[in-house]
């Protein structure tokens, strides 16, 4: 574990204390307690297959544990942790694992097919000097498209940052790492690109491939870090990257606003307990009137803007995302035409899933982006009336803004960094959807059910759950397809078989599955930004309902939890100072 996470977990662990005896609730204090012992910075290694990824964990680790050159259907993508205790773990589709000895790893090839991805845990210094880093031998590109389509499915919301190996017999960055290389960017994953087996080339033919691949990076992606030469001397190279990715700080960009917010959140508790403590019964009920009032606002507007996404937007979204595939998909008609002439089926799914990938995972994060942004504005604007009475109750002007930014700012985060977790929110919420669907027994163009969130999955989530299961779908029925192409055609002929029925082909076996995932997930979307909306009016609810309460029945009780509310946020400040305020070193 990070000397970070370490801080973060102390200072939460010694709020629990300070509140116990007062009226102060929090679930996020214990959700966030749970996210940060579990976070785990998974680092994948991506790259074309046999480009020496293997090899370079092998060289890095000073010991031959990963098997090389491996055929593309057998490579499964194994994640390398330290333990005193070494072992495999093989996890299956279902969440659930085998252990194994780590011999093991030779011959499990065979069996590939019946897990997800690998654990290996080894008794490693060069992995016992990474706390909280996991190192990721993933499938290689040419790797068969659902094996490498899974790994990239699961690794892709994960990975914190990226190696990319490419070796200089490739001599560039081929049209499909690129297509790859820039789903990273729609992530807002950082990358570091490794130009590998240098070794085999001489001195001047590794500088044209260098500086070649150098400008392809430049012009795609404006932004990234310089390229790094690796030959023989792969353990230490791997290691200064390592190094330059600053775990610490990562830690502390994902859970440091969090972690603010909760401060405020419960500071902002006291404040409301000790106003609603000094108030009269008449101004504490009128209080609970207007919020009780305020959550009948925000399920009114919840349902009208759900009623307005049925009616015309998701139909929108469905054509807007179709067509932006269906342009992106005749962009790179020549690419498919030579995979078509060449007879290559396995290549020509290959482009389109590359392509369908990128154009959705775009699109439905700007449309999803567009929608969480409305939606947040027009529950705080429903609001208004209310944020204005209950801050002139407890003379903090601000608290409705506060949410709307703390909701904004969870709902545009871009790292889930719960590697090591039983599936992210995303997945958790999908689960309790079709649970309740089967419960009520749902049907097909009726309102969805109302799920109770827990947290608020990001939009990055919620595009991701649109689009995976959209490109295990497009594999598919991809051969189905494409069954012409062994037909023999001129180039000319399949060039218009490509335009005229393929790719209008692939839109519409998409078209019905994608209505059904965006509609679930910009519906749950709605839900849980109302939700956290509502939480907020109930805690609310909550504090003031006891505190007047208790000042009714017994006054002198009262007094105490005065007495104990003001101590308890003079101690809260200062662990906070300590934790998230200090210079650090
Ligand atoms: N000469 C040389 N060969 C390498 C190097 N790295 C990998 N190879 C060879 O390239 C082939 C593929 O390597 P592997 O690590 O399995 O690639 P992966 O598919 O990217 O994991 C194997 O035959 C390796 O021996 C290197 O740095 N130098
Ligand atoms: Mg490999």
Same mark, same amino acid.
């Not at 030579?338 to 590359?354: P, W």
């Given at each position: ?52 990824? %293997? ?15 491996? $055929? ?5 993508? $194994? ?24 011999? =093991? ?7 590939? *097919?019946?897990?997800? *991805? ?10 016992? =000097? ?17 094996? *490498? ?24 960055? $081929? &049209? ?34 260098? +500086? ?94 759900? +009623? ?40 020509? %799914? ?56 703390? /909701?904004?700012? $969870? ?8 590697? *090591? ?59 189905? /397809?494409?069954?012409? /192409? ?50 907020? /009016? ?11 309460? %208790? ?9 105490? &939890? ?24």
């Amino acid at each position: 574990m990070l000397n970070t996470q370490r801080t973060y977990l102390n200072y939460l662990n010694a709020i629990f204390p300070v509140i116990a005896d007062t009226a102060l609730q929090s679930d996020e204090l214990t959700r966030l307690q749970n996210d940060i012992q579990h976070t785990e910075l998974l680092v994948p290694v991506i790259g074309a297959f046999s480009a020496g990824k %293997s090899s370079l964990l092998n060289t890095f680790l000073g010991e031959t544990i990963l098997s090389v050159g491996l $055929t593309p259907e057998t490579e499964l993508a $194994t994640e390398l942790r330290y333990s005193s205790d070494p072992h495999l773990l093989a996890m299956r589709l279902d969440g659930s694992a085998e252990r194994m000895d780590v011999t =093991a790893l030779a011959t499990l090839k065979a069996r590939a *097919h019946e897990f997800t *991805h690998l654990q290996l845990y080894l008794d490693n210094p060069r992995l016992k =000097a990474l706390p909280s880093l996991v190192l990721v031998d993933m499938p290689g590109f040419g790797s068969s498209l659902s094996n *490498h389509n899974k790994a990239i499915a699961y690794y892709l919301p994960r990975g914190v940052h990226f190696i990319v190996v490419t070796s200089v017999e490739d001599g560039n960055i $081929t &049209q499909s790492m690129l297509r790859q290389l820039d789903d990273l960017h729609t992530y807002g994953r950082a990358f570091t690109f490794l130009l590998n087996k240098i070794n085999l080339r001489s001195d001047e033919q590794v500088q044209d491939v260098a +500086e070649l691949v150098d400008e392809q990076i430049r012009i795609n992606f404006a932004d990234t870090r310089p390229l790094v030469r690796v030959g023989l001397d792969a353990a230490p190279r791997l290691t200064e990257v390592l190094a330059s990715l600053q775990p610490e700080q990562i830690i502390r960009d994902v859970f440091e606003d969090r972690l603010k917010d909760l401060t405020h959140s419960l500071l902002n508790q006291i404040n409301l307990a000790l106003a609603s403590l000094q108030k009269t019964q008449g101004e504490n009920q009128h209080a609970l009137n207007e919020l009780a009032q305020g959550i009948r606002k925000i399920e009114r507007q919840r349902d009208n803007i759900l +009623e307005d996404l049925r009616d015309q937007q998701l139909e929108r979204t469905v054509e807007y995302c179709l067509s932006a595939a269906g342009r992106e998909l005749d962009s790179v008609q020549s690419e498919l035409v030579s995979a078509a002439v060449s007879g290559n089926q396995e290549a020509f %799914s290959r482009i389109v899933s590359e392509v369908v990938r990128g154009s959705m995972t775009r699109s439905i994060k700007d449309q999803m982006d567009h929608l969480s942004r409305t939606v947040v504005t027009d529950f705080a604007q429903a609001l208004g009336d209310l944020g204005q009475s209950m801050g002139q109750f407890n003379n903090e002007q601000s608290w409705l803004g506060q949410i709307t930014d703390r /909701i904004n700012r $969870t709902l545009h985060k871009t790292g889930e960094t719960l590697g *090591h977790w039983n599936g992210t929110l995303a997945e958790r919420n999908g689960r309790e959807l079709e649970r309740l669907k089967q419960e009520t027994g749902w049907e097909h163009g009726k309102p969805l059910p109302r799920v109770t969130y827990q947290g608020l999955a990001t939009v990055l989530a919620v595009t991701t759950s649109v689009v995976n299961p959209l490109i295990e779908l497009a594999i598919i029925f991809l051969p189905n /397809i494409l069954a012409f /192409i062994n037909e023999g055609r001129q180039r000319e002929q399949l060039r218009q078989k490509v335009i005229n029925e393929v790719i209008p082909a692939v839109k519409g076996e998409m078209r019905e599955r994608l209505h059904t995932l965006l509609n679930e997930q910009m519906d749950t979307l709605v839900t849980q930004v109302s939700s956290e909306f509502e939480r907020e /009016i109930a805690e609310k609810q909550r504090l003031i309902d006891e505190m007047s309460a %208790s000042r009714q029945q017994d006054a002198e009780a009262a007094q105490q &939890q005065v007495e104990l509310l003001i101590q308890c946020r003079e101690q809260l400040q200062q662990l906070a100072k300590q934790a998230l305020y200090e210079v650090r070193s």
